[in-house]
């Protein structure tokens, strides 16, 4: 099935390290990529998106993302982390009939 | 403005019965996505409607429909459940079909024993 996968699904890290999520995608044709967060009691919300242009974008609370098209991915960024970003992370394609990842659950020790 | 609310928040069912969810979409958003998540999997697509029509369906039998009303609000049906249907339904609302943001309920979790 076309779909994006993620390879790490629980990452514990403490405050100030830096964060890589790993996503890929399946799939040719058109791309567009999305990460989701889910914080704790929280609803899922958009975390950043990738459309076309530049393959760096920035979402909010500092994170980043890349799209590397020869590496089929989309890796989620973070240069240092802090206690609230524990939650939830989803790697999401943008089209009915992809699979969104099956989530990393990330938890900071404070 | 309010979210996207769903309702019921929990819901119990017995195998073999029906089951009706709802969601009210964020005011002036006019798409409606539902979406199947089973623990320890990402979110699944099972439809879209877009000004009362069906724009898209995921992977999932014919025990599953769904429709749109005019104010926008949505109803997912799931007939002769199996224990499989277990599972966070989630209801998302964008203001355009092919919106690039999808706004979240909470969800509705569905138990079949």
């Known amino acids: 099935a076309q779909s994006v996968s993620q390879h790490n699904h629980h990452v514990i890290l403490s405050e100030a390290a830096s964060l890589e999520l790993g996503c890929n995608y399946s799939y040719g044709g058109t791309v567009n990529l999305f990460w989701y967060v889910q914080y704790p009691g929280q609803h899922l919300q958009l975390l950043l998106k990738?459309?076309?242009?530049d393959p760096l974008v920035k979402g909010i609370k500092g994170f980043e993302a890349e799209f590397i098209k020869s590496k089929f991915s989309f890796n989620l960024r973070k240069p240092s982390v802090q206690w609230s970003d524990t939650a939830e992370y989803f790697c999401?394609?943008?089209?009915?009939?992809?699979?969104w990842g099956a989530g990393t659950k990330l938890i900071i020790k404070p | 403005d309010a979210g996207v609310t769903q309702s019921p928040t929990h819901l119990i069912k017995t195998r073999g019965q029906q089951v009706t969810l709802r969601c009210s979409p964020i005011?002036?958003?006019?798409?409606v996505s539902w979406y199947q998540q089973v623990l320890g999997q990402g979110p699944q697509f099972i439809f879209q409607y877009y000004e009362k029509e069906e724009r898209g369906r995921g992977n999932f039998p014919d025990r599953f429909s769904a429709r749109q009303f005019p104010n926008y609000s949505s109803e997912l049906n799931v007939n002769a459940l199996l224990l499989g249907d277990s599972a966070l339904y989630l209801c998302a609302s964008s203001f355009l079909q092919g919106s690039e943001k999808l706004f979240f309920g909470s969800g509705t979790q569905l138990s079949v024993l």
């Open positions: 999401a394609p943008l089209g009915h009939q992809l699979i």
């Open positions: 990738y459309f076309s242009g």
């Open positions: 005011s002036g958003h006019k798409s």
